[in-house]
């Protein structure tokens, strides 16, 4: 934290700029994360997403498989197996693979 952000807006300025990293590694950073903003080019998040307290393992476990297997859900149909969906933990936890070296296990905390 930079002292100037709450955690909730370091986590996200974080991750959008590994997201920004990885897909232009990948070549898929396009049109569809582009805005109009003064204060931005690309947008991965929200604006005014609302950070909530986790305040237990299981609550935490909730969260993560709703994440994991929102990629599944018609709207987005991303994926037909949550661990197919290359910019989800899912695979991390399931597997003990992923492609992002910044990713921990909150198991190891609980």
Not at 17 to 43: I, N, P
Request: aromatic share 18%; hydrophobic share 30%.
């Amino acid at each position: 934290m930079n002292k100037k952000e709450f955690p909730n807006e370091s986590f996200l300025k974080f991750t959008a700029h590994e997201f920004k990293k990885e897909l232009k590694k990948s070549g898929e950073l396009d049109e569809k994360y582009v805005v109009e903003k003064v204060d931005r080019k690309y947008q991965f998040w929200q604006r005014s997403s609302l950070a909530v307290e986790i305040l237990s393992k299981e609550m935490l476990e909730q969260k993560l498989d709703y994440i994991h297997l929102n990629p599944l859900q018609a709207q987005w149909n991303l994926a037909t197996d949550p661990n197919d969906y290359f910019y989800s933990s899912c695979s991390f936890y399931e597997k003990n693979t992923t492609g992002f070296n910044w990713l921990t296990d909150y198991r190891e905390d609980f």
